[in-house]
């Protein structure tokens, strides 16, 4: 990977990776790694693993996205790339609605209550059902704090300024 495409990789999303064969004409299976699959249809390049690549053909197969890649029209040349990690540009992320944020966007932010009390930074996003929920871990504790992704908890998110702010529900005793 060139110098340029390491620094553009850093600024990518993943979206897949590039699993097994399928059949003999180079066509690979992607595993999706997205909310959005449907995003692979109609698509010209990708970066597999920070390097651009030219898209040759895209298709659904049930459950499965099958894809070609320009110069790689061989079984043996598409298994080069098994294994690969697929990502695009920021620039090209699937649109979201307000107030909706990517999970890369959330983690790191640093996490403060409405009185400016910093509880520290989201490490992780988990989705256990209805909402999701912020892992927030703090030098300060051993425990992390789980903070539902709700209206009434989350008052604001700055991905700007890297923070988010909270109000915390009162412990019933």
Do not use: C, W
């Not at 944020?101 to 932010?109: A, R, S, V």
Request: glycine residues 8%.
């Amino acid at each position: 990977m060139t110098q340029s495409s390491q620094s553009a990789a850093k600024n990518n999303i993943v979206i897949g990776k590039i699993g097994a064969p399928h059949g003999v004409h180079g066509e690979l299976k992607v595993v999706p790694i997205t909310d959005y699959p449907e995003r692979f249809k109609g698509m010209k390049k990708v970066f597999v693993d920070g390097d651009a690549m030219d898209i040759k053909s895209v298709r659904y197969q049930n459950d499965r996205i099958l894809m070609t890649f320009s110069g790689y029209d061989s079984r043996e040349k598409a298994a080069a790339l098994t294994g690969r990690i697929l990502s695009v540009e920021r620039t090209d992320a699937v649109p979201l609605e307000e107030d909706e944020y990517y999970t890369f966007d959330i983690l790191g932010l640093t996490v403060e209550t409405e009185d400016g009390k910093i509880l520290g930074n989201v490490t992780d996003v988990l989705q256990p059902g209805s909402n999701d929920v912020y892992v927030v871990e703090s030098p300060e504790s051993d425990e992390p704090i789980l903070i539902p992704a709700l209206k009434s908890v989350v008052k604001k998110i700055s991905v700007a300024d890297g923070k988010m702010i909270v109000k915390l529900q009162e412990v019933l005793e």
